[in-house]
Nanobody
Framework: QKQLVESGGGLVQPGGSLRLSCTAS????????VGWFRQAPGKEREGVSYISSSGDAANYADSVQGRFTISRDNAKNTVYLQMNNLKPEDTALYYC?????????????????WGRGTQVTVSS
């Protein structure tokens, strides 16, 4: 069964850090572009960060630029999202998604697989 599993979420104080992981099972991520998305209660889903299949290209939402870093380790079949200087407005359910393309993909509907999400709560 092909699936993505996110981990690493939790409760953190403002200014703190978390590292999210997105691990694939049942398929290899080598030829998949990956995106991280988030959805807060009462808000629409938004794209946070994206990485190409090779890892040589990445993109970030303006709201997280300079604070979040996306990376991937294809040997571990895992994509990471390092989140630093977290703010209360980063609180959301974070999802990763994979698309069988080599380039960065911004359109959620074009992703092939989605994880179930990991909750990030930033609060004092």
């Amino acid at each position: 069964q092909k699936q993505l599993v996110e981990s690493g979420g939790g409760l953190v104080q403002p200014g703190g850090s978390l590292r999210l992981s997105c691990t694939a099972s049942g398929f290899t991520l080598d030829y998949y572009s990956v995106g991280w998305f988030r959805q807060a209660p009462g808000k629409e889903r938004e794209g946070v960060s994206y990485i190409s299949s090779s890892g040589d290209a990445a993109n970030y939402a303006d709201s997280v630029q300079g604070r979040f870093t996306i990376s991937r380790d294809n040997a571990k079949n895992t994509v990471y999202l390092q989140m630093n200087n977290l703010k209360p407005e980063d609180t959301a359910l974070y999802y990763c998604a994979a698309a069988n393309v080599l380039h960065i993909l911004f359109t959620p509907d074009e992703y092939d697989y989605w994880g179930r999400g990991t909750q990030v709560t930033v609060s004092s």
